[in-house]
């Protein structure tokens, strides 16, 4: 059986902290913690973290329990701009540099993640 990314950082373990990291950042930024209109980032970090898991070839709960992840509609009712991005990937630079990854998985989750936040701006106001 061949061993996936998931399996090459750690696992869950790995990804947990990753996540831990990133919400702690989000937490206590100006910019990204409203966006979060919870009480509590715990909802929000089990949610990245089983999406993650399961991106990176773990466990497929986030699909069993949410169904697709269709990240554009589910991001579509948070206004998501360039400042956001970059105050979203300065806190994802910032956990990954916390959990130091090996230089090529650390480039290999980075190059993803920003990719991804791209993807996701939605409004340039």
Known sequence: MSSTFYDEIGGED????VVAAFYRGVADDEVLRPLY???????????FRLF???????PTTYSEERGHPRLRMRHAPFAVTPVA??????????AL?????PPEQDAQFWDYVTHAAQFMVNSFE
Do not use: N, S
């Open 85 to 94: 991005k970059d105050h979203w990937l300065a806190c994802f630079r910032a």
């Open 14 to 17: 790995t990804i947990t902290r």
């Open 97 to 101: 540099d916390e959990v130091a990854l």
């Open 52 to 58: 993650l898991m399961q991106y990176w070839g773990g």
């Open 37 to 47: 209109p919870e009480e509590d980032l715990g909802p929000a970090e089990e949610r």
